[in-house]
């Protein structure tokens, strides 16, 4: 482990880096915009989902420390690799010694071979649209660190789960889900708060939105992948932003995006 980020969490006020639980095995710590997810409960063995921004590991591992004690995940998954999902994972990934996963078609855009897409700041929605161009976008290189998923769906280290493949937002973007009680970790292929709005993120309310519009790539594959998802009738979803939510309000309004896709989340200037 690095010396330097345990003595700089030592000297730092750590307080209020603490995780949120949903489940008695998952919960969730919001790093600034993005949701990181731990699965597994207490002082047991765990895995990490996505990792944040950059400089946030610090507190990433705060928030883990007071949920698991010093012991380090067995591996961390990213849902994709865009900059506030993958900005802390080398640093996270060093210090614990532990693995990174992506599926095989994110692998590109982690390992410094592909770029994706420049933001779209013309989809519309809120202050983020019209910030996203200056947000970080130059390729992440995970090279020595990261595999790929295996093919078949089976997530490493949690046996009750498997992965979704859920391209449009990226090309190798991931779900996680659970069968046993329809737990959902769904990333940024939708989320539960409104993706281009600044007053999103200090006043969060819970509503099923669709993937972040100023980086999605592909809207018809996006559609799809929402589809497939209200097709597994969820209970619970913690998303990449926004809030968990549960129930039936959850599969009511993941059904109504999934049949009205292309008026609910598709900005004008991307319809056809």
């Not at 990490?48 to 591992?61: A, E, P, Q």
């Not at 969820?234 to 309004?253: A, D, F, T, Y």
Request: charged fraction near 25%; glycine fraction near 6%.
């Amino acid at each position: 482990m690095d010396k330097d980020i345990r003595k700089d969490n030592e000297d730092l006020d750590m307080d209020h880096a603490v995780s949120e639980e949903v489940l008695e095995d998952i919960a969730f710590y919001r790093a600034l915009l993005v949701n990181v997810c731990m699965i597994g409960k207490p002082n047991d063995t765990w895995v990490l989902i996505d990792t944040g921004v950059m400089r946030y590991t610090k507190r990433i591992i705060a928030a883990a420390e007071k949920r698991y004690g010093n012991k380090p995940p067995e591996a961390i998954i990213l849902t994709h690799g865009h900059f506030d999902h993958v900005g802390s994972a080398k640093e996270l990934a060093k210090y614990w010694d532990v693995p990174i996963y992506v599926h095989q078609n994110e692998l590109g855009y982690v390992t410094g071979k592909e770029v994706y897409p420049p933001a779209d700041p013309t989809v519309g929605g809120g202050m983020f649209s019209l910030l996203s161009p200056i947000f970080p976008q130059d390729p992440v290189n995970l090279k020595s660190l990261v595999k790929p998923l295996p093919e078949n769906g089976e997530l490493p280290f949690l046996k009750e789960w498997r992965y979704v493949y859920t391209p449009g937002h990226t090309p190798g973007h991931i779900c996680l889900f659970r069968e046993r009680d329809r737990t959902l970790i769904s990333g940024d292929a939708f989320v539960t708060e409104n993706p281009e709005s600044t007053m999103a993120v200090f006043f969060p309310l819970q509503k099923v939105y669709g993937p972040p519009a100023y980086f999605t790539g592909d809207w018809d594959l996006a559609e799809e992948s929402v589809k497939k998802l209200a097709a597994l009738e969820p209970e619970l979803v913690i998303p990449g932003h926004g809030l968990p939510m549960e129930g039936e309000s959850l599969r009511e309004q993941l059904n109504e995006l999934a049949n009205n896709f292309l008026e609910l989340a598709i900005p004008k200037n991307k319809k056809h």
